[in-house]
């Protein structure tokens, strides 16, 4: 429906008058010619708001991500009750927030120094380059790589334990 707006008296701040342009009152004569017709479209409209709802007793097949959040929700609660000390927990998940806000400070304050990025963008692809022709291209440097990447497991395991 295209409305025309014009201002109107203003009493305490502004107020608009909203009224339909003649493009409205041609689309649709029968509003604006008397009481009777306005009363007649005013029942209809009433007819046209009712509905009626029903109840079943069938039950809803839950989606399979309504089953797996629910899931995880529930772990999540069960293990944050497990917790003894929540208020460290509480610190360190705010230390973490805090280290994030402030890494990602920093890289943008270095991203906005000219050339810098590019320049590490450079060393990042060598590096890769170098990572790749060292550890990954032949066979026997790859299985170099998995008796260090071996070595370093037992190495964190042994700590752990």
């Known amino acids: ?25 041609a689309a649709a004569p029968s509003l604006f010619l008397g009481n009777r017709l306005a009363a007649s479209y005013r ?34 609660k069960d293990k944050w009750d497990a917790v003894e000390d929540k208020s460290t927990v509480v610190i360190y998940g ?11 400070t920093i890289v943008s304050a270095v991203n906005s120094i000219p050339l810098l990025p590019k320049f590490l963008e450079l060393v990042g692809t060598v590096y ?14 790859r299985k170099e790589l998995s008796l260090l990447i071996d070595d370093l497991k037992a190495k964190i395991t042994d700590k752990a334990n």
């Open 43 to 76: 029942s209809e409209a009433s007819k046209a708001r009712s509905f009626v709802v029903r109840a079943t007793s069938e039950e809803v097949e839950e989606s399979e991500f309504v089953k797996k959040s629910k899931e995880v929700l529930l772990d999540a």
């Open 94 to 104: 705010g230390g973490a927030l805090v280290a994030l806000w402030l890494s990602s």
């Open 128 to 141: 890769s380059g170098w990572f790749i022709y060292r550890y990954l291209l032949f066979k026997s440097s």
């Open 1 to 25: 429906m295209a409305l025309a707006v014009s201002s109107a008296p203003v009493v305490a701040g502004l107020s608009l008058s909203l009224k339909p342009c003649a493009a409205v009152r």
